[in-house]
């Protein structure tokens, strides 16, 4: 049974970092599409970053370019993303999503999913 499971929500102060895991079982990630989602309190679910199976490709919303950035490890099975710059409007709870259809982006319908973590930014 594929499962994604997500790590590295925290509490941070503005202006901090944090670096959210997400590793897969049940299947080798290296021929999915993977993407980080957030849910953030009073708003409809968003996708942050998407990152191709090579990692060759991204894609990032404009609200996150130049602070977050996505990367993996297929040998690890692992996806990540690196939050820098936080602030109180990246509060919500982050979901990491794979995806095994052509096509890698944000706007696509990603099937799998994990069960999310946590970002709460205190300004």
């Known amino acids: 049974q594929a499962q994604l499971v997500e790590s590295g929500g925290g509490s941070v102060q503005a202006g901090g970092s944090l670096r959210l895991s997400c590793v897969a079982s049940?299947?080798?990630?290296?021929?999915?599409?993977m993407g980080w989602f957030r849910q953030t309190p009073g708003k409809e679910r968003e996708g942050v970053a998407t990152?191709?199976?090579?990692?060759?490709?991204?894609d990032y919303a404009d609200s996150v370019e130049g602070r977050f950035t996505i990367s993996r490890n297929n040998a690890k099975n692992s996806l990540y993303l690196q939050m820098d710059g936080l602030s109180a409007e990246d509060t919500g709870v982050y979901y990491c999503?794979?995806?095994?259809?052509?096509?890698?982006?944000?706007?696509?319908?990603?099937?799998?999913w994990g069960h999310g973590t946590q970002v709460t930014v205190s300004s």
């Open positions: 999503a794979a995806r095994y259809r052509t096509g890698c982006a944000r706007a696509y319908i990603f099937p799998i």
């Open positions: 049940g299947y080798t990630i290296s021929t999915y599409c």
């Open positions: 990152i191709s199976a090579s990692g060759g490709s991204t």
